[in-house]
Every structure is written in structure tokens, then in C-alpha cells.
């Protein structure tokens, strides 16, 4: 069943659009967060679900009621958790939540008494008195009291400290695990909507661009700073990275894809003075809407991950039926073609990992290097180590590493192609997530 259903709305405010045929879904038990910028919305969506503005058009359901016409019925079982909370009423916390039980029928304190307790909250402040995070608290406390079927939170992480943030989500998620609470989460926060939610969905321009599924993301989203002069940087963005800013002295990317693969373009590259670290909404925004998106546009980006991909192994193979008809013309010897085959054998292994090179701020994601060549593959005999040189009975031959460097480095090249690893698609879909169920009744 769906917890909220908006179709085809519209609002403006004055002359601005907020929305123009917007819509979304949220299911009923799962953690759904609405990203979005300043300014882009979200507060006036939450005021829409509870009535407090209306729709210039279009419609919007919770729990297939109306909130213009059951408003009542919906704030039964269903709490909100404004962005600001104001209280024009000069009395103490205490009193509101004995009023708000009162409203529903419930006789316990002990929901109280828990809540205070866990976020250490005086219920005996008066609203004048309290500072702006004891009013957020004083709100949550007050909307999680009826113990309801669905939360809506309005960045619930603003004016809150780091430990009142944890207690708020741990507290959340125990009560989805137990009673199956719903929370529709309205926020910029990129880095809790993705520890904490299910779904995502992103209102850019008026409209939701896409809805992500966080539990099904290969790795959270990063930002790659480099300072060196990479004037190629094709490896990076066929693996998926998005340049956001290219200067000589730093380039900046977008990166959500496999850490492993960027783990050895890195290497690869050899490239030292990085940094990875999380990234935030407005630079995700940047990513997909702050220039030509074309070819990397979220819902499209598996397909051009393969196109890319597909043309680079058309492109290997083209190069190999070169290289063969080229060795052909000139008659190899078959002692020759053992070593081209070679050489091929070794461009296919894989490349072993070495231990990281690069120790990063204890805030950043931590990356471990791998040593590979970029160095385009060549027909060389296959390298012989100081064994093989003295099992042969040739120790005269054997090179001197320190001193012959064109030695060391004709034993050691290798060739290095990048992994065709595929982006990991949605395991699931709306309608067949097994978490989602309709069977509780809507408490009183």
C-alpha cells in the first residue's frame, strides 16, 4: 500500500512555479527522503500533505485520504516535525505533550518519560526559555508520543547536535523494525538521507529527476580532488566520474561508482596529491544539472556506461586484428606468435593490489592504491626473473637491476586495461519490495 500518493500537482507562490506536474509515491514502512536545494520546495510540500496550502492543481493522497477533506482523520495517525518550530503559547513542554495525548486518547506517559530521557530533554521549559535545538527537540518528542504510522520529518538534522541526530534515527529505525513506522524525510542532507533511508527521490526545477535506491548503490557519493596537472582525464570519466571543475592545479570530479576501479585509475595514474571525500547535495546537483549532463544523466547512465565500455572492447578488438594482420605480412615464426600470445595472456590478469600509499583525513574515504603501468601494450618476450636466468644455466646473462635501468624496465612492463565492471542495477521495484506491507490498521 502507499503511504503518500502526489499526482500531476502544480503550485505557485505568486509568481513563482514551484511545482509544474509533479509527482511521486511513497510506500507504506520504508524511509523516504526528498532531496532538494533551498528554496526548492520541500517545506511547502509538507504544508500541502497537511493542509495548511493547497494545490493549484492536481492531486494528493495519504493512505487514499484527502488531506483538503480528512485532514482530521490523517492527523490521527500521521505527525509532523516542522523545519522551524514556533510556539505562541507561553507553557511548559510538559503540558503540550499531556495535551497532545489527551487529543488522542491516550492515557501513558511512559512514551514521554522514554523520549525525554533518551534525548535528555527538561519537559518543565518553558517555549521562551528554550534555545532553538531544545524547540526541534520539544517538536520530535511531541510527534513520536502517539506512536504514529507515518512521520514527516522537515530536516530533522537542522539546529540538532551529531548525538541528538543519532538518538532521533536510531530511535526511528527501531520503531520501523518493530511497529513498521513510515518516515517521509524532507531535507539537503545528502550523507543521513543515505545512511538512513530506503529511497531517494530529487526535486530539481519543479520536478522529482529521478528516485534512487540507496541499500542498492555500489558506493555513497564522493568527491575526487586532485592536484596534478592530468591533462587526460578519458580514464576517469569512462569509469563514470563527472568533471565538475578542470584547471591546471586541480581537478575536481563527481564519482558514485565502484571505489576499486577508481582505487587503480589512480594508480594507474600515478597520482599522489588526492583527496576523497563525501559528497554534498550541491555538488551532486552541480554534477547532474550544472552543465552539459547528456551523457551521464542519472537515469541514463547504465546505458552510456555500457555504450562507453562496448566501444572501448570494439576499439581492443579492432587493435588486436591490426596487430595480427600486421605480424602476418612480415611471416612470424611460431616462437614469435608464442610471444604475442603471451603478452595478450598477461593484459587480461588481473592486477594485484598493493598496500595504500596515500593516508587521507580521518573525514575523508580512504582509498587503497594499486601499482599498474598505463603504458600501451607491446610485443615483448615475457620478462625473465634471476631464476629463470640461472635454472636456464645462464647466469653471465643475468641483467644487473641497479645499474642497467633499460634492463628493469623491458622486465617489468605490462599491460593494464581497465575492468568492464557493470554498475550494479535496482534489485528491487515500487511494487515488489517485500518490506512494504498493507496489513495494520490505522491507530487511534
Known sequence: MSAIVISDMTKRLGKKRLFQNLNLEVLEGEFFALLGQEGSGKTAIAKILFNY???AKGSVRIYDLDPTKDAKLIKESVSYVPEEPSFDENIRASALFSKTLKLHNFASYDEVNKLTDLFKFNSRL???EMTVGEKKVCAIINALITKPRLVILDEPAKFLSDEDVEVLFAYLTDLKVTEGLGAFILTDNLINAQRFCDRAAYLHDGQI?????LNDKVANDKIVRIRKNLKDVTAFTTIGAILLKDSPYEKIFYYDRDMNLLSRVIADHMIEDYTIENCSLDDKMAAYFGGDRAAYFINDYGDEYRKTMEAKRQADMAHAVDTESAYSDTAMTSDETKVVESVEINAASPIAPVAPTETIKLDTAQVASASVSS?????????RSIDDFKRDGDAESVPNFATDPAESDAATKKHYTLSQTQPLAPKGTMGQDSR?????EVRR
Open 436 to 440: 512494504m506491507t498493507d496489513n495494520r
Open 209 to 213: 529527476q529521478n528516485v534512487e535506491y
Open 53 to 55: 496550502l493547497k494545490p
Open 126 to 128: 518553558r517555549f521562551p
Open 375 to 383: 603504458r600501451e601494450a607491446e610485443t615483448i618476450p615475457p620478462a
